[in-house]
């Protein structure tokens, strides 16, 4: 599952002066950092939650919130990373306010083999143009819709939206390891989700 390109800031966005502006208030700094980082957020929120809606509200809360704790900012974290974080916790919370039974971002590898999958396809020998078709997108997104949020959040920032391990830790604020952990039960669940699909499609003889 390749990862799209990322926008890279522009230099200018991460410098200690722009930084000294936006703590100050300057709303011409605010609105540049705005302007740089909206797609991006707006992207990630909908990869997670899939409602171009609420991918909106999302986007326009995090600015907000972001907005009212710039003052407080550090610069510990790069300013995309810290705008990454307040619109997954945004993003989450409204997950977790659909799905109240679902475990918390810190749900422990289970010790029995439940979340393994049953059944795995083959899909080596498949064209590679099988993939970029809508009904496999469209499939893709249903089986992340299906992944519980802690699962979620890692495989959008990571496989979808394209961040490091390093990143994708620093905006759920848990280890590495436990990154790299989430998000192997994430592909091995949509691998298993994708496995009746592509069994269908060999049997129908796409593969010859």
Request: glycine letters at 4%.
């Amino acid at each position: 599952m390749g990862q799209p390109g990322r926008r890279q800031p522009h230099l200018m966005i991460e410098s200690e002066a722009f930084l000294q502006a936006l703590r100050r208030g300057d709303q011409q700094a605010f609105a540049k950092l705005v302007e740089e980082h909206s797609p991006s957020v707006y992207q990630l929120a909908l990869r997670m939650l899939h409602d171009p809606q609420e991918a909106e509200d999302v986007l326009q809360e995090t600015f907000l919130n972001a907005f009212r704790a710039l003052p407080r900012f550090e610069g510990r974290a790069a300013l995309s990373t810290w705008l990454y974080r307040i619109a997954t916790n945004q993003a989450l919370m409204r997950l977790r306010r659909k799905r109240p039974q679902e475990v918390s971002l810190e749900e422990p590898w289970p010790s029995d083999d439940g979340d393994f999958p049953r059944q795995f396809v083959d899909w080596c020998c498949l064209p590679e143009k099988e993939f970029m078709t809508e009904e496999v997108r469209a499939e893709l997104r249903r089986g992340v819709e299906g992944l519980s949020p802690a699962l979620r959040s890692v495989f959008v920032l990571r496989d979808l939206h394209g961040l490091s391990t390093r990143e994708t830790a620093e905006v759920l604020g848990i280890s590495e390891s436990a990154v790299k952990t989430r998000l192997l039960r994430a592909r091995l669940q949509l691998r298993e989700h994708l496995s009746d699909y592509f069994a269908d499609r060999i049997k129908d003889g796409v593969n010859e």
